[in-house]
T-cell receptor, first 114, second 109 residues
Framework: KAGVTQTPRYLIKTRGQQVTLSCSPI?????VSWYQQTPGQGLQFLFE???????NKGNFPGRFSGRQFSNSRSEMNVSTLELGDSALYLC?????????????FGPGTRLTVT | QKEVEQNSGPLSVPEGAIASLNCTYS??????FFWYRQYSGKSPELIMS????GDKEDGRFTAQLNKASQYVSLLIRDSQPSDSATYLC?????????FGAGTRLTVKP
């Protein structure tokens, strides 16, 4: 079974621009979660989508948004980029049913904002 | 108080020894617990999950859970240099997953 895929793998943007990242979950997984990872803050939860609905949300400003499509693929968008948005963005997919909550991570998208 | 706490390390053990990694969590109703391994420059990889009090063994790895003490640990037996990585503890409550900051483990040959 193919794992979680994320595109693009690397991205360089300038301040003020916006960016869209994509995530394809493991086949059959309906939950997709997004995380931001930086050396100083560790792994921080952005949001989780299940069946096209945002089910949980972390403490990030409204510049960070996401959506999920009917095939469970998900995108996240960051508008008006700031230097501090430079990070590794990870998505993780999960069956999220019947007490099974294991999350499997994709390779991540490394975003650099200059 | 952080929701999930881990010693940041670094934890250094000699090859062949037992590495012991610890994690405490604050949400008493947390339901499921996970250990991830993350190599430098890579994404986290799930290595253990545990849902009930007690021990769960998988190869060289043993996860231990004590819900009364809000404590979960990971033991790595016969540590190898390839085990050198950052280990992340994660706690899930109703699909809300929280991660610790990770413990950096170095296994010296």
């Amino acid at each position: 079974k193919a794992g979680v895929t994320q595109t693009p793998r690397y991205l360089i943007k300038t301040r003020g621009q916006q960016v869209t990242l994509s995530c394809s979950p493991i086949s059959g997984h309906r939950s997709v979660s997004w995380y931001q990872q930086t050396p100083g803050q560790g792994l921080q939860f952005l949001f989780e989508y299940f069946s096209e609905t945002q089910r949980n949300k972390g403490n990030f400003p409204g510049r960070f948004s996401g959506r999920q499509f009917s095939n469970s693929r998900s995108e996240m968008n960051v508008s008006t980029l700031e230097l501090g948005d430079s990070a590794l963005y990870l998505c993780a997919s999960s069956l999220a049913r019947a007490g099974i909550y294991e999350q499997y991570f994709g390779p991540g998208t490394r975003l650099t904002v200059t | 108080q952080k929701e999930v706490e881990q010693n940041s390390g670094p934890l250094s053990v000699p090859e062949g020894a037992i590495a012991s990694l610890n994690c405490t969590y604050s949400d008493r109703v947390s339901q499921s617990f996970f250990w991830y391994r993350q190599y430098s420059g890579k994404s986290p990889e799930l290595i253990m999950s545990i849902y009930s009090n007690g021990d769960k063994e998988d190869g060289r790895f043993t996860a231990q859970l004590n819900k009364a003490s809000q404590y979960v640990s990971l033991l790595i037996r016969d540590s190898q240099p390839s085990d050198s990585a950052t280990y992340l503890c994660a706690v899930n409550n109703n699909n809300d997953m929280r991660f610790g900051a990770g413990t950096r483990l170095t296994v010296k040959p």
